[in-house]
């Protein structure tokens, strides 16, 4: 792997979400700063250059983002990593026209009462999955939003698991929290066909039937055990009945290490362990700095959709690369952890999006940016 481009996004590279959508990069901010959304022209990869950014709303982080055609959504959630805790923030989902990326437009905006909304995937209209909170339930939660007229988005249906609804009546269980570093909550959810794949924190992998988007049924859950915890993202790969599961490291710590899970889901009812992802040498913990999963490249229509490669950040471990043809027996094939920016000891990679030519697109969450890589197998 070989690093060919980089931008530090004005001195602002607090970076979170990123989709590559006709030669512009799409990257949602952590919220350290008072940006939200920046767009780059990334048509000449080796000089990503910043042509629009968006602010974020007074206490409020809106680092994460989603591209379809002319739409852009944009999250908007409590910011908690502002040095007071807020008072007031916006909480929901915002659309925008980006028919000129260099012009962003807001058009809409769906209201997720409570914290806000944390993330949702939008591949193909009209429906988005977002992990949103609302009035009287506990944590996050899905709901399904209908974006045929994006300046008017619709719920159509949602799910919970039982206890989350407290209005309901239902009684809270104990893991219930609307602290976000814990608690049985949604993550997010990634679709195939007609099956929803999500990661529900310390509860797993849960699996949905969404045939009927205002009737989701719940097929099947999977804990992976006393090891397990801030189950995080369940991508479906293509043309195979596997599912690769990460669990967020969180903590900095020796003894706290997370892992990345692959999952047989042939039989959608019953899903069984298969095997994980090995974990990379290094000394990350002894020095302070998180190192573990975060997020995994989303098979979004248009980028790279290998069945059999899994690229994935790793924080202070930079991206990685895994050859999973043999699920039951993967190993890394690549990986590349960059020099950190000018007065910080380590880059904390946060997300990746990869194009079919296999050009890696990496955000940094410590103020590095957004990192421009070519993976050449």
């Not at 070989?2 to 512009?24: E, I, P, S």
């Not at 807020?86 to 437009?105: E, N, Q």
């Not at 699996?207 to 991508?235: C, M, Y």
Request: proline share 10%; hydrophobic share 35%; aromatic share 8%.
């Amino acid at each position: 792997m070989t690093l060919v481009g980089h931008a530090d996004l004005d001195g602002r590279g607090d970076c979170m979400h990123v989709n590559v959508v006709d030669g512009y990069a799409y990257v949602g901010h952590m919220g350290h700063t008072d940006l939200g959304t920046s767009i780059l022209d990334v048509s000449d990869p080796s000089d990503p250059r910043v042509v629009a950014q968006l602010p974020r709303p007074p206490g409020t982080h809106t680092h994460k983002v989603q591209v379809v055609g002319d739409v852009m959504l944009v999250n908007h959630e409590r910011n908690r990593f502002e040095a007071s805790p807020p008072s007031r923030w916006s909480a929901g989902l915002a659309t925008y026209d980006v028919s000129d990326p260099r012009r962003p437009r807001q058009i809409g905006f769906f209201p997720t009462p409570g914290v806000g909304t944390h993330r949702m995937t939008y591949w193909r209209p009209p429906y988005a999955y977002v992990s949103g909170t609302d009035e009287g339930y506990i944590g996050r939660f899905l709901r399904i939003v209908d974006l045929s007229d994006p300046a008017n988005p619709r719920e159509v249906g949602r799910w919970w698991r039982p206890g989350q609804h407290a209005a309901g009546g239902e009684p809270a269980a104990p893991e219930l929290t609307d602290d976000p570093t814990r608690g049985f909550q949604l993550h997010h959810a990634l679709v195939e066909g007609d099956r929803l794949y999500a990661g529900w924190w310390d509860a797993g992998l849960v699996v949905l039937d969404i045939a009927d988007p205002e009737r989701p049924a719940l097929l099947s859950t999977l804990h992976f055990g006393p090891e397990s915890g801030n189950t995080h993202t369940a991508l479906p790969l293509p043309g195979r009945d596997v599912v690769v599961v990460t669990d967020e490291q969180i903590t900095r710590f020796i003894g706290t290490q997370r892992h990345v899970w692959l999952v047989d889901v042939a039989e959608p009812t019953a899903p069984k362990l298969l095997s994980r992802l090995p974990v990379p040498a290094g000394d990350h913990h002894e020095r302070g700095i998180r190192f573990g999963p975060h997020n995994l490249h989303e098979h979004r229509p248009g980028s790279l959709a290998d069945p059999d490669t899994v690229y994935l950040t790793y924080f202070g471990g930079g991206v990685r690369v895994h050859d999973v043809s043999d699920a039951t027996a993967p190993r890394e094939i690549a990986h590349l952890v960059p020099a950190p920016p000018p007065g910080r000891d380590s880059i904390m990679f946060n997300d990746l999006t990869v194009t079919a030519d296999r050009t890696v697109y990496a955000t940094d969450r410590r103020g590095g940016g957004l990192y421009v890589i070519r993976h050449e197998p």
